[in-house]
């Protein structure tokens, strides 16, 4: 058990260091990471070498003798209010000009679009005119009072991760790298041409990791230091936008994707917020062409006996993998950077050969709010126990097949509590993937569907990471799944108006705020869809509605599925209707705790009627309730954090949906604190205690009841 | 000063108290009630008497014989689930028996709907029939797991005001009262005949005042106690409907109105929703009528001699007194029942000779919620001077002539206190009255608009009291601005989108909820609704946007005029866009004051720049700020609950968004619980505590300060 299953970054000058933590750790393969090397003692070391790499900012010689080249996005000036006749817009003005400029070769009136925002009009391109040395678009003829915006195309000089890592770390006049576009030939000649050069030149190497591989997630800066993040979003596609793919895309499509089709009423396509049609082609185009290049990437890897991993971080576009193509590109492992358990989940799933994690902390000075960490005040040993704690609940229900860190090794030293505790993370790690290599665990057998806008493509995960949208009721469900003994899909809601719920489905999940991707907006005005859903809950099927699930204005309610789930919302259209007076009163799915509370809890909802069993409420509506709706279960809730209780709630409540409340004594804990996993191959039965104190748990199996001592975060293995 | 402007609620029996409390009170009018008769001693008192007529009401013998002439409405079924094949609804079964059911000659296939609310269709009247013995009706092929909903016409056999006073009285086998429908020429004979002769038989009576014209506000009773209210709004026109109204309507529009016109998928045409065209049509219809119908009934009065009233409350349906037409009545004077100051100020503005306040208590044994008045326990007195402090501010501002009270005299004669307190009330009263007729106080001359889809109609009120729709801000603003010395008006967002904000408005104020008729829903769709507010703020006006101001999906601002009032609201669909991170800051609306909390606060609300003045704010977002916006300047509020702080808050808000900031020391007090008016013609300064506790008040003035001590809601007039 002590060895294998670990990556390890290595760093020159810290040879000794990294041959010692590689035997402590039980590394099997040695890595780089951005900004450090491997020096030849550690190649020689015998140890597999695994070396990083970025293509689309690796030519940056070549790439700044073509800026025709680089990455294009489109952006949108705030409005500007017009007083008839001529009006000046600096559309570049608000964005951080050391990120975003206008490529001088652009044909600006082929792309660009200004528009009358008051009216929801396009100003024809005869009536305004560019001028690239003033930077301003001057257009004429204004309706007075109208507010106007100019849509560009942008031109990217500096890579983001790059950019921020060379801004945080204050790296003055080093280099700024620039992503090139891979979607003109000459790019991807120079791509292959680099890449061929690098296998060639890295003969040690027997993992090629991809850092990216073409696009990155969408993250546009400010120039107001007040709002330096104008917009990021891990999902969406701006950044595979350029002339040449836009060109390309009418060719195969047979109609142009304008610029208003990414400005979107100055919202962008963001992941949180349903597709349209035309986006859905544009990710299907662009999918299929990250595939097809980073096929051949992969095959030139493969050509040199090397593997070729993928790290999914910074460049989701075309590349998730819970797309329908993933398997395509022919990746030997997958590489995902984990915070959280349903990261683990995201990457368990996914159809490639191997599986690894990267944990944090990441070997860096600071941590994500630039609190220390390898640095003086810092407590790795801590973070990484907490971080492995919040990960751990998933490895027991699935297998991993590695773990590693990253960074700058050299910064750890003064740290001996981390190392041991690292040693200790992996070889629970190791004990738990030799568990599952034994035989899965048990399930309940319930299967679980979260139905969105989006399908399989967001399973377990909506975009980015849980930090990043803590608002989303959806990433806490997910959250909460990621530890528990159920089979989790997601379906999307068009699959759904097109051919019901699957058979194979027991329990379903909508949650998210009205119009938004998780609820799913306008997908609700197809009547096939809570025609499905209705058909499902009649027939014995279990609903459960988050936040504002199924709300869509214009119809009879305003959460769609109200008759399923037994209460609908208060949004001020029907405020002269009378509410029922609900009595509220214990329920299953709360067992004997205390009313959650939500972090995210819609205010508003109100019971349909007498058959809806509140059991949890607050001044301003209801927080939780139930009700039967045919031969099938509906269950709501105002919101949801992840959390013990929470957790434990949804599992109740998900048993409750799916008539199986036979199972709230089967291996389960009695504190929510702790969690379980029994796997009948083995005979094991893996407790673990996500929470910080020391305690005692008792769990409830079929052949009674088992009692250990853990300590915080601590495991057993009975 | 001690006689005059009152009417005094005589009760035979009680002959001595009723000729002493005259005398006490200054009553220069008695008067009856429901329920209350006067002995010949009061007729003959010399003291002119007036007499309250409910005519719809007044031939229940006939009514009984004549149900298919009896009011109408249309009402739904709740949603039923078809599992294929036959499907039976109870249309009936969610109501009050008592008060709702079908008339046997309404031509159901001519007026009822079947509808599949899962697809939003019609379902043939082919394929559904209603049985009248089993009150059932059976839809034939419906599509499986589709819901269906029966909207039904509805016939009413219980009068509203008579029901909710037999059942709250206990009044066991009474008679039900019915209402007939003067929409039917019988109808109207019988009613006119009716009033003929009750005008011969009341040689007395001086004043007819009109408890009612002809329909009740909308008020539907449910079978269910836990929701004994189904749906009640004062200013909804459901209650006029009929068959002969929907015929007559069809010829005169050459269109028909359907249920679903009214239905409105579950939502009917609440007031506090925008009106659909139709809907407006259909008031315009039925106005017509009332106030044709309504001038047959006053010239009736009228050639007997005698004046008539109208008692502006139960029956508001085309009665509107801030209708364009209501002049064309012909009444002398209009009573209004107070609990504040708003419904004074909507009294007094109204064209009609007379303007009269009921005052609450209204002598009853108890009050609106039960809770006593003039029984054992209760504080009359007390009560009576806390209403009076609450309407009394809008007196400083306009001038009102008369006060009465209603109910039964006999009630107060345990409660002397209560006699002392309301003859300081009258005292009051007159030399408020007096100070209004000597000349006009003292205004800031900034003008104020609510800006809202129903204009001018619902001009100091929303729809109902303000304790039935507390959650509604513009009843606070309304409230608010009721004792302020502005001169304040409606408009509606359709006139300002076709003829811009008129020349001789300062301000104007957007507050409502998204989609509702006071923030404005769809008005906003039009173009030239932004452009025109635009134009106004641009050239200098003032915009004051509270709660959700003309929030509307679908364009580039959520709220349309974000730009002008410096903020918008994350609903959802912009959670990839970092927010600007403005300092909060203080600002001369906010004086020194304490930042402001609403009750119903609008979360999520976030600035838009470095423009936007922030100076409240919490841990959902931004609660006040402002922007200066062109030459104007925009001013936001989260919610408004009034209050005396707040409402300081929004007098200074208003001065800020005119830019007379110099007026913040013109006639304002030293403390926010204090108002005050000056009357040039009189040189005579009112001082008003509109607190319980007594204090001292410093008054600035141009002419220097000046200091008085009062009472708890105390008056000084200086």
Known sequence: ?????????????????????????????????????????????????????????????????????????????????????????????????????????????????????????????????????AETVTVNGTVPYHFYTVSFLACRIWEEISMYNHITNGWGDREHLMAVDPRYPEVQEVLLSYLDGWCRSHPATRVVRFTSMFYNFTWIWGADERQRTVYTDWGSYDFSVSPAA?????????????????????????????????????????????????????????????????????????????GEHFEEFGFDGLIKCVFNAFEARLCAGAKVGTHELRLHPYLFPTGLRGEPTF??????????????????????????????????????????????????????????????????????????????????????????????????????????????????????????AEHGVPDDVDVVINAGREGDAWSGGGAWDDGRLLAAITEFAARGGGVIGVGEPSARR??????????????????????CFEKYKYEKKPHFILGGEAEPHFHNHTPGVYALGAGTEVFADGGDGIVAAANEFGRGRGVYFSGFTY??????????????????????????????????????????????????DPGTVTVRTPEGERTAELAGEGIAIL
């Open 554 to 575: 214009g119809g009879f309610r305003h959460f769609r599925m109200a008759d399923i789930i037994g209460v609908d919302r208060e949004i001020g259209k029907t405020v």
């Open 375 to 496: 640095a003086p005040g810092g407590h790795p040993e801590a973070d990484a126990r907490r971080y492995w704690a919040c990960v751990r609940r998933a490895l027991l229900r699935v297998k991993i097949d590695r773990i590693g860190l990253g960074g700058y090794l050299s910064l750890t030293e003064p740290f001996p509590a981390f190392h041991d505790e690292i040693e200790k993370i992996a070889d629970e790690f190791r004990t738990l993937r030799s568990l599952h290599e034994a035989g899965a665990p048990w399930e309940t057998g319930i299967r679980v569907a979260a139905i969105q806008s989006w399908g399989p493509l967001r399973t377990w995960n909506c975009s980015g990471h849980m930090h990043e949208h803590p608002e989303l009721p959806l990433n806490h469900i997910y959250e909460a799944l990621a530890g528990q003994p159920f089979s989790v899909r997601a379906i999307s809601l068009r699959d759904i």
């Open 1 to 133: 058990m002590k060895k294998g299953g670990f990556t390890l970054p290595g760093e020159a000058g810290y040879e000794k260091l990294t041959l010692e933590l590689a035997e402590k750790w039980g590394a099997d393969c040695i890595r780089d990471s951005d900004g450090t090397v491997l020096s030849d003692e550690i190649l020689s070391s015998g140890i597999p070498i695994y070396s990083t790499i970025c293509m689309v900012r690796s030519v940056n010689g070549w790439a700044k003798e073509h800026m025709n080249m680089l990455g294009r996005n489109f952006l949108s000036s705030d409005p500007v209010m017009a007083e008839g006749g001529t009006l000046v817009i600096r559309p570049l003005e608000k964005y951080f000009r050391p990120q975003i400029t206008v490529c001088p070769d652009d044909p600006v009136k082929e792309f660009w679009e200004v528009r009358d925002r008051t009216a929801g009009t396009l100003v024809p391109p005869g009536d305004w005119e560019w001028d690239p040395s």
């Open 643 to 692: 959390g013990a209780e929470n957790a434990r709630m949804l599992y109740r409540a998900i048993l409750w949906a799916a008539h199986r409340e036979d199972l709230a004594d089967v291996y389960t804990t009695d504190s929510a604190d702790f969690e379980c996993a029994y796997y009948p191959s083995s005979g094991k039965l893996v407790i673990i205690n996500n929470g910080k």
């Open 246 to 322: 836009l060109r390309e895309f009418e060719k195969e499509y047979g109609y142009r994707m304008t610029a208003e089709d990414f400005i979107n009423n100055g919202r962008h396509n963001a992941t949180h917020n349903p597709p349209t049609e035309k986006y859905r082609d544009w990710m299907e185009f662009t999918g299929k062409f990250v595939r097809e290049f980073g096929r051949k990437c992969v095959d030139l890897v493969h050509s040199y006996g090397k593997l070729a991993y993928v790290f999914y971080d910074d460049t989701w576009i075309g590349v998730e993998p819970w």
